[in-house]
């Protein structure tokens, strides 16, 4: 009898920028899905290590126009609760094509 546990899957979104809007408590990732589908509710991973991850739940998707470079990004916020947590995900240094795994939610 074969008991193996399915692998979760999980999307994939490359990172190529941040940026925080203070008015609203978002910190935002910019880039594009590269695999499978994304939602409001979804769990961003951020690996620090081996041993340990952030996580961040997306509150909302957007897309970000950039005019002068003539593209369009997807943008996933995350709520941040205190000036600590906004900072905390800015130094994460996220970006420069980075490729970050996004945890579906039910």
């Known amino acids: 009898m074969d008991l193996t546990l399915a692998k979760e899957k999980m999307a994939e979104f490359r990172a190529d920028e941040t940026f925080t809007l203070k008015a609203r408590n978002q910190f935002y990732v910019c880039g594009e899905i590269t695999e499978g589908k994304i939602k409001a509710g979804d769990i961003l991973l951020l690996p620090c290590n081996s041993d340990l991850s952030m996580e961040g739940k997306i509150s909302s998707i957007e897309m970000m126009d950039r005019i002068e470079k003539k593209e369009a990004k997807v943008a996933l916020g995350i709520e941040y609760e205190s000036d600590e947590e906004k900072e905390m995900w800015e130094?994460?240094?996220?970006g420069d094509g980075e490729i970050?795994?996004?945890k579906e939610t039910k």
């Open 100 to 102: 970050l795994k996004i």
């Open 91 to 94: 130094m994460m240094n996220i």
